[in-house]
């Protein structure tokens, strides 16, 4: 029983020897800046009772003193501002039970010795890997890996890093600034867009006003235009039916005109078989002897309408140079046409009643006529002085026309 009790003590006092040691090494090494090598934990200097499950880590560490000892290791490695995050995720045990494996280094770790502290850089080689709970915080400063040994509670710096909640948010920040500067964009270049296609429809209105503009004044120079076209050809169908009325009267005026010849010609003529001129008998080849007369004529007369197919009666007397008492009364009906175009040539035939004025019937007889007036001053319209030629056929001796015929030119004046 004795030598049990000496060889429990022995192991006690081994194993405050070891622990007494730990912060003295650690002291040394913190200030030579060499890691320190840990092979055991555990003893007096222990940070916490060992925390065996995640719910006895919670409970330790919800303690009030625990959590300010925590809060002055943090101050002592520089942490301060981490120091809500580890007791958050301390007490609500949002860690992982882990174990880090032999040569696994700390950057620190907390232990006790006349209060909280931290040693310097460590490295744990001990025989076996060293169980625990490892979680993360971000102070929006640093990102910190710490380790808590089940052992003993001793809270370790496995790692520090730049924040990356921070770096996490400020890559948020950037890319929803590039968002908002995108949206931006985009909504600035929707504004553009808006703006062109509202420059680009009011240019098109204003095009589409102009050209219905440019479309009402050529529709409004046509209708003017065709006003003018009506009426000017209202005031050329006035003035053509003022002209044709014109010209009705003047033609009405024109239906009777009077007119006067005068004619220098001769006439051929026989009167009968048996020496009607007392020239001797009948010559041996029984041609009967003809003779010509030179004549002098004049003649008046009304012409009945004065344009297109015209009736114009005469009577006139034929003087014979030759021999007086051959002088011819004489009766014209003439019956011809008077062309429109220039002053109005005219071109006539009819029947005409020869030397009346006798009372032979070997004087008297009818005659075929042609004629033809050849205007010189005058319009058609107007007085007008013509230049007359007519020619008579004598129906009397039908069997000799060569030598039964009459023709003689002058001048015919028509009055208006």
């Known amino acids: 029983m004795s030598s049990r009790l000496c060889i429990r003590g022995l192991l006690t006092a081994v194993a405050a020897i070891l622990c007494f040691t730990l912060p003295t090494v650690a002291s040394a090494q913190q200030a030579t800046g060499k890691v320190q090598s840990l092979r055991s934990l555990g003893g007096p200097t222990r940070f916490t009772a060992p925390v065996r499950t995640v719910d006895a880590l919670k409970k330790t560490m919800s303690a009030p003193r625990i959590q300010m000892d925590i809060g002055s290791v943090l101050d002592k490695a520089g942490l301060s501002t981490a120091r809500p995050e580890v007791i958050k995720a301390l007490t609500e045990g949002t860690v992982m039970e882990t174990s880090v494996p032999n040569g696994a280094e700390f950057q620190w770790m907390a232990y006790r010795r006349n209060g909280p502290q931290i040693t310097g850089p460590a490295r744990w080689d001990g025989k076996q890997p060293l169980e625990g709970f490892q979680f993360v915080v971000d102070d929006l400063v640093g990102t910190y890996t710490f380790f808590v040994p089940k052992i003993c509670g001793n809270l370790a710096l496995v790692s520090r890093e730049p924040s990356r909640e921070a770096a996490r948010r400020a890559e948020e920040a950037r890319k929803a600034a590039e968002a908002q500067r995108a949206a931006d964009a985009a909504k600035q270049a929707a504004a553009d867009a808006a703006r062109k296609a509202e420059e680009a429809k009011r240019a098109e209105a204003a095009k589409a006003d102009a050209a219905r503009q440019a479309e009402e004044a050529r529709k409004a120079e046509e209708a003017r235009k065709a006003?003018?076209?009506?009426?000017?050809?209202?005031?050329?169908?006035?003035?053509?039916?003022?002209?044709?009325?014109?010209?009705?009267?003047e033609e009405a005026a024109l239906r009777v005109r009077p007119f006067i010849a005068g004619y220098f010609g001769k006439q051929q003529r026989q009167y009968d078989d048996l020496d009607p001129a007392g020239l001797g008998t009948i010559r041996p080849d029984n041609v009967v002897p003809a003779f010509g007369n030179q004549l002098v004529g004049i003649k008046g007369g009304i012409q009945y309408k004065n344009q297109g197919w015209y009736f114009a009666p005469a009577i006139g007397v034929a003087f014979n140079l030759k021999e007086s008492?051959?002088?011819?009364?004489?009766?014209?009906?003439?019956?011809?046409?008077?062309?429109?175009?220039?002053?109005?040539?005219?071109?006539?035939?009819?029947l005409s009643l020869w030397d009346f004025n006798h009372s032979s019937a070997d004087s008297v007889t009818a005659a075929w006529l042609g004629t033809a007036h050849f205007p010189i001053v005058g319009a058609a319209n107007q007085n007008q002085l013509q230049f007359s030629v007519e020619w008579r056929q004598f129906f009397d001796r039908m069997s000799d026309p060569d030598v039964n015929y009459q023709f003689w030119g002058g001048l015919r004046y028509l009055f208006r």
């Open 325 to 350: 008492d051959r002088t011819s009364l004489f009766a014209d009906g003439e019956v011809g046409y008077r062309f429109v175009r220039g002053k109005g040539v005219q071109l006539g035939t009819g």
């Open 227 to 249: 006003e003018e076209a009506r009426k000017a050809e209202e005031a050329r169908r006035a003035a053509e039916k003022a002209e044709a009325d014109r010209k009705a009267a």
